[in-house]
C-alpha cells in the first residue's frame, strides 16, 4: 500500500513537471501579441511645439505582453532610440516632452513579454509621423486690395503651425458674419489667381490644392461673379477648405477684425 502512493506521488509530480515544461514550451513558441497605433494616431492625439501625443493598444491572439516599448527618431535621424517602456497596458497613451517646435518625429511601438527570463518581442508597429506644432491651427488674415471689382487676401500661418493644405475653389462673399449656415451670398465671388509674395500672381484655372507652411503667407485674388457683385462691401468671407493635421476642416474669415479661424466636424478649434 506504501509503495503504490508512493508511486502515486511519484507520477504526480512528473505529471506536474511534464505540464510546466510543456506550458513554458507553449509560451516560448507562441508569438507576443503586436502594439499598434490608434487609427487616428495621425492626427487625434494632442499636439504642440512644446509636445507630442502618441497612443495606441495591443491586439489580441498572441501572448498578453508584460508591456510595449515606444522608438522614436527625428527628420534627419538614421537610427531609432527607444524613449519610453510603459509596463501591463493593453492600451497605451505616452506624452513626448523632449520635442523641438517645428520639428517632424517618426515613432514605432512593440509589445514584449518576459519568458523564461528572457524578453520576447512582438513586431514593430507601421511607422507614426508627427510634428511639434499647434493641433489648432492659427491664422491671421487682412485686406491687402479692395474695390468693387476685386478683392486680396492676405493669409500668414503662425509659426510654429503645421502645414495647411488648400482645396482651392470659388466662393462667396456675404455681409453678415453670424450667418454661417445656409447662407445666400450678396456678393459672389470667386478665386482669380494666388500668389506667395503678393506680386507674381498665378491664374487659377481649375480647383488646386496649395501649401502653406508656419509662418508663410499666400495672397488669394478675388473677382466678382456677376454684375451685381460689389466687392467693395461685406465683412465676412465664405470658407475655404482646408487639411491640417491630416485633417479636414475649413477656414472662416473676418475680414472686420483680420483673424481667421478653423473649423472641424462643425466645431472651432481656434
Known amino acids: 500500500m506504501k509503495k503504490i502512493i508512493k508511486l502515486s506521488v511519484v507520477f504526480a509530480f512528473l505529471l506536474l513537471g511534464v505540464l510546466i515544461i510543456s ?89 514584449y513579454r518576459k519568458v523564461n527570463g528572457k524578453k520576447k518581442y512582438s513586431k514593430y508597429s507601421e511607422v507614426l509621423v508627427r510634428s511639434a506644432v499647434y493641433k489648432e491651427p492659427k491664422y491671421t488674415v487682412e485686406i491687402t486690395d479692395r474695390s ?47 500668389s506667395y509674395d503678393g506680386e507674381n500672381y498665378i491664374e487659377l484655372e481649375e480647383k488646386k490644392e496649395i501649401e502653406l507652411k508656419g509662418k508663410e503667407t499666400v495672397y488669394l485674388q478675388f473677382s466678382k461673379a456677376d454684375e451685381n457683385s460689389d466687392l467693395s462691401k461685406g465683412k465676412f468671407l465664405g470658407t475655404i477648405e482646408i487639411y491640417y493635421n491630416a485633417w479636414p476642416c475649413f477656414i472662416l474669415f473676418s475680414l472686420d477684425e483680420g483673424t481667421a479661424k478653423a473649423w472641424q466636424n462643425g466645431e472651432m478649434i481656434h
Not at 40 to 53: E, G, L, T, V, W
Not at 148 to 165: A, L, R
Open 148 to 194: 468693387s471689382e476685386s478683392m486680396t487676401i492676405k493669409i500668414t500661418s503662425k509659426k510654429n503651425n503645421g502645414i495647411t493644405y488648400f482645396d482651392i475653389n470659388p466662393y462667396a462673399l456675404c455681409d453678415d458674419k453670424d450667418e454661417i449656415e445656409d447662407v445666400i451670398p450678396e456678393n459672389p465671388a470667386y478665386i482669380e489667381s494666388y
Open 23 to 111: 506550458g513554458k514550451s507553449e509560451a516560448a513558441s507562441k508569438k507576443v501579441s503586436r502594439a499598434v497605433w490608434s487609427p487616428y494616431a495621425k492626427y487625434d492625439p494632442y499636439c504642440s511645439p512644446k509636445r507630442i501625443d502618441v497612443e495606441g493598444y495591443v491586439e489580441s491572439g498572441g501572448l498578453k505582453p508584460t508591456g510595449v516599448m515606444i522608438y522614436r527618431k527625428a527628420k534627419g535621424e538614421k537610427k531609432y532610440k527607444k524613449i519610453a517602456t510603459l509596463k501591463k497596458k493593453s492600451s497605451f497613451k505616452y506624452k513626448d516632452k523632449n520635442v523641438t517646435a517645428g520639428d517632424k518625429y517618426y515613432y514605432k511601438v512593440r509589445a
